[in-house]
C-alpha cells in the first residue's frame, strides 16, 4: 500500500515521533520541518502509534482520507442546499461531481493532506453560511463564526497557505456579518491563535518560522520565475480540467445578473476562495508535480468551482426556453479551449521535459474537450434537445463537465496506476532491500526522500534539501534546457556527498561531468543494472548483496 513519496516523507516524520525520537526525520538528527502539513503528519504519528507493519502503514493513510474524502461530499451537499435552497436536483448533482472529482480523489488517497484541507475548508464555508441565517439569533450566529474560525485554524495548522483562505473567509464577514468587529473577532481570534501558537513551536523546536520547504521552493527563487511557471500552471488547469466547470460557473452569474437578480449568498464567497487560491499558485509558481495536469493545491478549492458549475448549469438549462445565446457562447468557448489544448500551444515544457507519448495525451485531452464544446453547442441549436426537461439538461451539461475534467486521468489511471506509482514502487524496493541487506549504520544519499527512508529505517541524506536546512538555502541551480521546478533546483554534492560521506547513493540530480569526477576522486564507484543504479563506497556497502535482496523483494510483490 503505497503512498505518493511526499506522503511517505510526513509517514517517517510521524513513525519517529510515534516511537519517541521527536517529529524530525532521521532520528538523532537535529529537527528540521521537512513537512508543510502539520496537522496531518500528526495523524500519521497517530497512525503509527498502533505499531502497523511498514506494508500496512500506508492502508490505513488511504482509509482516512477516504472517510475525509466522503464526509466532504456530504458538506459540499449541505453548502449547495444552503445557497439553492428551492432546488432538489442541484445538491444531487453537485454532490455526484464533487464525489467523481478525480484530482482530490487521487491526491487524498496516495496520502497527501489534500483532503483533510478541502473538508476544513468545506466545513468552515457551512458554517459561515450558517452564521449568515436570516433568523440566526446572536448566541447562534457567534457558534458559528467561532466554529467557522476553528476550522479555518486547524485549516492553516494542516498547511500554512490555508491562510489564503481564512483571509477570503475574512473578507466575507466584514462584508456580510453585522456588527463587523465583533464578528471579525469571533472568526479571525482562532485562526491567530493558532498562528502565533504554531509560530512559537516552529521557533523553539525548530528555529525558523516558516517550513524548510518554503526556504527550498522561495528563496533564492526569482519572483518572475515563479509567476511565469504559476501562470503557465494556471492555464494548464483551467484550458485542460476545469474549462467546462469554468464556463458554467461564469454562466451562473452572468444569467443571474441577466435576470435582474443576485447571486445567491456564498457563491461569491466560494469563486473568491477559488480566484485567491488561483492567485497564490501563480505566486508561487505552481506545485512541483504539475506535469501531471492536475495541480493538488487548486484540487483543495474546486469543489466549490463544481458548485458553481452545477447552479450555472441548472441556470443555463432554465434560460435555454428563451435564449440560447449563452449556452453556444460557452460551448464556443469549450472547443476554443480544446483546440488550444489539441493544437499543442499550452507550453507544458516550462513545467517539464516531454515524456514520450505525452504528445498524444494532450491531443486526446484536447479532442475530449472540443467534443464536451460541441455537445454544448448542440444542446444550444438543436430544438429536440432544447425541448428535453431543464432537469435532464442540467444533467447532462453537469455529465459533460465531468467527462471534460475527469475522463483522460481516469483513463491513464487504468494504464500507469496513480500518479508516480511506478517510480514509487522502485524506490519503496530498494528501501526494503537496503533495509534486508545493510547494517543499521549504514547513511544512505537519496533525492527522493520518502518511500526509500520509510522503508530501509536507515539513516539518510537529503540530497535535494527538503529536510536539509543547509541546502534549502543555498543558491539554486539552473541547467540550461532544463525548466525550474519548485523544491528540485537545490543541491550541493560538495557538502552532501564529499563532507556528509553516505555509504551509498540513491538519485544523484543532474550531476555534472566535474560532479561524477568528485564521485570517483571521493572513492565511490557506480553501480549499473536493470535493477538499479547507484554509487557506493567500497567495504561499506555490498552491492552483490543489495541486489539480491532486491530481486527478492520484487518476486515478492511479483507473487502477490
Same mark, same amino acid.
Given at each position: 500500500?503505497?503512498?505518493?513519496?511526499?506522503?511517505?516523507?510526513?509517514?517517517?516524520?510521524?513513525?519517529?515521533?510515534?516511537?519517541?525520537?521527536?517529529?524530525?526525520?532521521?532520528?538523532?538528527?537535529?529537527?528540521?520541518?521537512?513537512?508543510?502539513?502539520?496537522?496531518?503528519?500528526?495523524?500519521?504519528?497517530?497512525?503509527?502509534?498502533?505499531?502497523?507493519?511498514?506494508?500496512?502503514?500506508?492502508?490505513?493513510?488511504?482509509?482516512?482520507?477516504?472517510?475525509?474524502?466522503?464526509?466532504?461530499?456530504?458538506?459540499?451537499?449541505?453548502?449547495?442546499?444552503?445557497?439553492?435552497?428551492?432546488?432538489?436536483?442541484?445538491?444531487?448533482?453537485?454532490?455526484?461531481?464533487?464525489?467523481?472529482?478525480?484530482?482530490?480523489?487521487?491526491?487524498?488517497?496516495?496520502?497527501?493532506?489534500?483532503?483533510? @484541507?478541502?473538508?476544513?475548508?468545506?466545513?468552515?464555508?457551512?458554517?459561515?453560511?450558517?452564521?449568515?441565517?436570516?433568523?440566526?439569533?446572536?448566541?447562534?450566529?457567534?457558534?458559528?463564526?467561532?466554529?467557522?474560525?476553528?476550522?479555518?485554524?486547524?485549516?492553516?495548522?494542516?498547511?500554512?497557505?490555508?491562510?489564503?483562505?481564512?483571509?477570503?473567509?475574512? @473578507?466575507?464577514?466584514?462584508?456580510?456579518?453585522?456588527?463587523?468587529?465583533?464578528?471579525?473577532?469571533?472568526?479571525?481570534?482562532?485562526?491567530?491563535?493558532?498562528?502565533?501558537?504554531?509560530?512559537?513551536?516552529?521557533?523553539?523546536?525548530?528555529?525558523?518560522?516558516?517550513?524548510?520547504?518554503?526556504?527550498?521552493?522561495?528563496?533564492?527563487?526569482?519572483?518572475?520565475?515563479?509567476?511565469?511557471?504559476?501562470?503557465?500552471?494556471?492555464?494548464?488547469?483551467?484550458?485542460?480540467?476545469?474549462?467546462?466547470?469554468?464556463?458554467?460557473?461564469?454562466?451562473?452569474?452572468?444569467?443571474?445578473?441577466?435576470?435582474?437578480?443576485?447571486?445567491?449568498?456564498?457563491?461569491?464567497?466560494?469563486?473568491?476562495?477559488f480566484v485567491a487560491q488561483s492567485a497564490y499558485i501563480v505566486y508561487v509558481g505552481g506545485d512541483s508535480y504539475d506535469q501531471s495536469f492536475s495541480d493538488r493545491y487548486l484540487a483543495t478549492v474546486v469543489p466549490y468551482l463544481l458548485i458553481l458549475s452545477v447552479l450555472g448549469a441548472i441556470a443555463t438549462a432554465r434560460a435555454l426556453r428563451i435564449s440560447m445565446r449563452p449556452l453556444l457562447v460557452g460551448g464556443l468557448l469549450i472547443v476554443g479551449a480544446g483546440v488550444f489544448v489539441y493544437s499543442m500551444r499550452l507550453p507544458v515544457g516550462k513545467l517539464q521535459e516531454i515524456a514520450p507519448g505525452q504528445s498524444t495525451q494532450l491531443q486526446l485531452w484536447g479532442a475530449l474537450i472540443v467534443c464536451v464544446g460541441i455537445a454544448f453547442i448542440l444542446f444550444s441549436i438543436v430544438p429536440e434537445l432544447r425541448a428535453?426537461?431543464?432537469?435532464?439538461?442540467?444533467?447532462?451539461?453537469?455529465?459533460?463537465?465531468?467527462?471534460?475534467?475527469?475522463?483522460?486521468?481516469?483513463?491513464?489511471?487504468?494504464?500507469?496506476?496513480?500518479?508516480?506509482?511506478?517510480?514509487?514502487?522502485? @524506490?519503496?524496493?530498494?528501501?526494503?532491500?537496503?533495509?534486508?541487506?545493510?547494517?543499521?549504520?549504514?547513511?544512505?544519499?537519496?533525492?527522493?526522500?520518502?518511500?526509500?527512508?520509510?522503508?530501509?529505517?536507515?539513516?539518510?541524506?537529503?540530497?535535494?534539501?527538503?529536510?536539509?536546512?543547509?541546502?534549502?538555502?543555498?543558491?539554486?541551480?539552473?541547467?540550461?534546457?532544463?525548466?525550474?521546478?519548485?523544491?528540485?533546483?537545490?543541491?550541493?554534492?560538495?557538502?552532501?556527498?564529499?563532507?556528509?560521506?553516505?555509504?551509498?547513493?540513491?538519485?544523484?540530480?543532474?550531476?555534472?561531468?566535474?560532479?561524477?569526477?568528485?564521485?570517483?576522486?571521493?572513492?565511490?564507484?557506480?553501480?549499473?543494472?536493470?535493477?538499479?543504479?547507484?554509487?557506493?563506497?567500497?567495504?561499506?556497502?555490498?552491492?552483490?548483496?543489495?541486489?539480491?535482496?532486491?530481486?527478492?523483494?520484487?518476486?515478492?510483490?511479483?507473487?502477490?
Amino acid at each position: 500500500y503505497l503512498l505518493f513519496d511526499d506522503s511517505a516523507i510526513s509517514l517517517t516524520y510521524g513513525r519517529n515521533l510515534a516511537t519517541g525520537h521527536g517529529l524530525v526525520w532521521i532520528a538523532g538528527q537535529h529537527p528540521v520541518e521537512g513537512y508543510s502539513n502539520f496537522l496531518w503528519t500528526l495523524w500519521m504519528a497517530a497512525i503509527e502509534l498502533a505499531h502497523p507493519s511498514d506494508y500496512l502503514a500506508g492502508l490505513w493513510v488511504m482509509i482516512s482520507g477516504a472517510a475525509l474524502l466522503a464526509g466532504n461530499v456530504y458538506l459540499v451537499v449541505r453548502i449547495t442546499r444552503r445557497v439553492s435552497p428551492h432546488s432538489q436536483l442541484a445538491p444531487v448533482l453537485a454532490g455526484l461531481a464533487v464525489a467523481l472529482y478525480y484530482a482530490l480523489n487521487s491526491w487524498t488517497l496516495i496520502g497527501m493532506e489534500t483532503g483533510l @484541507v478541502t473538508i476544513l475548508t468545506s466545513a468552515a464555508l457551512l458554517c459561515l453560511l450558517r452564521a449568515c441565517d436570516a433568523g440566526a439569533f446572536p448566541k447562534g450566529k457567534t457558534f458559528f463564526l467561532v466554529s467557522s474560525g476553528a476550522f479555518l485554524a486547524l485549516n492553516v495548522l494542516t498547511r500554512d497557505d490555508g491562510i489564503i483562505v481564512a483571509a477570503a473567509a475574512m @473578507v466575507f464577514v466584514i462584508a456580510r456579518l453585522r456588527p463587523r468587529i465583533p464578528a471579525l473577532i469571533a472568526t479571525g481570534l482562532p485562526v491567530l491563535v493558532a498562528v502565533l501558537g504554531h509560530l512559537i513551536f516552529r521557533l523553539e523546536y525548530y528555529g525558523h518560522p516558516v517550513p524548510n520547504t518554503y526556504y527550498l521552493k522561495l528563496s533564492g527563487i526569482d519572483l518572475m520565475t515563479r509567476i511565469d511557471r504559476g501562470l503557465v500552471v494556471l492555464v494548464q488547469n483551467a484550458t485542460m480540467q476545469l474549462v467546462v466547470p469554468i464556463v458554467l460557473a461564469a454562466l451562473y452569474f452572468v444569467l443571474v445578473r441577466r435576470g435582474s437578480g443576485r447571486p445567491a449568498l456564498g457563491t461569491g464567497l466560494m469563486l473568491g476562495v477559488f480566484v485567491a487560491q488561483s492567485a497564490y499558485i501563480v505566486y508561487v509558481g505552481g506545485d512541483s508535480y504539475d506535469q501531471s495536469f492536475s495541480d493538488r493545491y487548486l484540487a483543495t478549492v474546486v469543489p466549490y468551482l463544481l458548485i458553481l458549475s452545477v447552479l450555472g448549469a441548472i441556470a443555463t438549462a432554465r434560460a435555454l426556453r428563451i435564449s440560447m445565446r449563452p449556452l453556444l457562447v460557452g460551448g464556443l468557448l469549450i472547443v476554443g479551449a480544446g483546440v488550444f489544448v489539441y493544437s499543442m500551444r499550452l507550453p507544458v515544457g516550462k513545467l517539464q521535459e516531454i515524456a514520450p507519448g505525452q504528445s498524444t495525451q494532450l491531443q486526446l485531452w484536447g479532442a475530449l474537450i472540443v467534443c464536451v464544446g460541441i455537445a454544448f453547442i448542440l444542446f444550444s441549436i438543436v430544438p429536440e434537445l432544447r425541448a428535453l426537461s431543464p432537469a435532464l439538461i442540467a444533467f447532462g451539461l453537469v455529465i459533460a463537465s465531468l467527462l471534460g475534467t475527469n475522463a483522460v486521468p481516469v483513463v491513464l489511471w487504468f494504464q500507469q496506476g496513480t500518479t508516480a506509482f511506478q517510480l514509487d514502487r522502485l @524506490v519503496a524496493g530498494y528501501g526494503a532491500a537496503l533495509a534486508s541487506s545493510t547494517a543499521p549504520g549504514t547513511t544512505v544519499a537519496v533525492s527522493g526522500a520518502g518511500n526509500i527512508t520509510f522503508f530501509d529505517h536507515r539513516r539518510s541524506i537529503d540530497l535535494l534539501g527538503f529536510s536539509d536546512h543547509f541546502i534549502a538555502t543555498s543558491k539554486p541551480h539552473s541547467i540550461p534546457g532544463v525548466p525550474f521546478q519548485p523544491g528540485h533546483d537545490k543541491w550541493d554534492y560538495d557538502y552532501s556527498i564529499g563532507q556528509l560521506r553516505p555509504d551509498a547513493i540513491f538519485g544523484l540530480f543532474y550531476p555534472s561531468s566535474a560532479d561524477l569526477r568528485n564521485l570517483a576522486r571521493w572513492g565511490y564507484q557506480s553501480y549499473h543494472s536493470p535493477q538499479a543504479n547507484f554509487y557506493y563506497l567500497p567495504g561499506r556497502f555490498d552491492p552483490a548483496r543489495f541486489i539480491d535482496d532486491l530481486l527478492t523483494v520484487h518476486h515478492r510483490d511479483a507473487r502477490k
